[in-house]
């Protein structure tokens, strides 16, 4: 079983709908969640961070981490075509001594096309 | 500004020949990555660097070395391409918790 599972799709959707993205993780020494947008041909850039169960909003996106379910989503409202991209989910774990390294763990991502 | 650089974008290579691929960070970041990235197989990690002259292997290391003589940059290298290692290549920089990447190579493998 791997660490991370992420909803593998392809997703495509109208525009200005609401677009749910999920992954759920087994292992509990994941604490640093993060979600990053790729688009074709590039690298992937860091989109949302959190560290703590909950919403955490960021305009028409919002990262929500359930870590009793460990289970992390990403909400994009009023999606837009420029939103057509791969999302990748990302966690961190922390060490013994709490400290975390930046090593991450990726979900194996999420192809969405937003259609005009 | 965040900024990760690779030396090329788009790089062919025959079977056989020796590959260097290049990353530069501009923000003294300690730790620094590489990736490849495959079609339905994701983000794996080749190997890490915590400083300067430290190496770790990642998941897929066979083929594959490294090398950082400086903090700013980490190179890749493939010391007997093959067709097998036609892939994205990513580098990636972080301190702590997140990772920043650079645009990506693509290398081709003939």
């Known amino acids: 079983q791997k660490e991370v599972e992420q909803d593998p799709g392809p997703l495509s959707v109208p525009e200005g709908a609401i677009v749910s993205l999920n992954c759920t993780y087994s292992n509990s020494a994941f604490q640093y969640f993060m979600w990053y947008r790729q688009y074709s041909r590039k690298g992937p850039e860091l989109l949302m961070y959190t560290y703590s169960s909950g919403n955490k909003e960021d305009g028409r996106f919002t990262a929500q981490v359930d870590k009793s379910s460990k289970y992390i989503s990403l909400f994009i409202r009023d999606s837009q075509p420029s939103d057509s991209a791969t999302y990748l989910c990302a966690m961190n774990p922390l060490d013994a001594g709490g400290t975390s390294y930046g090593k991450l763990t990726f979900g194996q991502g999420t192809i969405l096309t937003v259609h005009p | 500004d965040v900024k990760v650089t690779q030396s090329s974008r788009y790089l062919v290579k025959r079977t056989g020949e020796k590959v260097f691929l290049e990353c530069v960070q501009d923000?003294?970041?300690?730790?620094m990555f590489w990736y490849r990235q495959d079609p339905g197989l994701g983000l794996r990690l080749i190997y890490f660097s915590y400083d300067v002259k430290m190496k770790e292997k990642g998941d897929i290391p066979e083929g594959y070395s490294v090398s950082r003589e400086k903090k700013e940059r980490f190179s890749l290298i493939l010391e007997s391409a093959s067709t097998n290692q036609t892939s994205m290549y990513l580098c990636a920089s972080s301190r702590r918790d997140t990772q920043y990447f650079g645009p990506g190579t693509r290398l081709t493998v003939l």
């Open positions: 923000m003294d970041h300690e730790n």
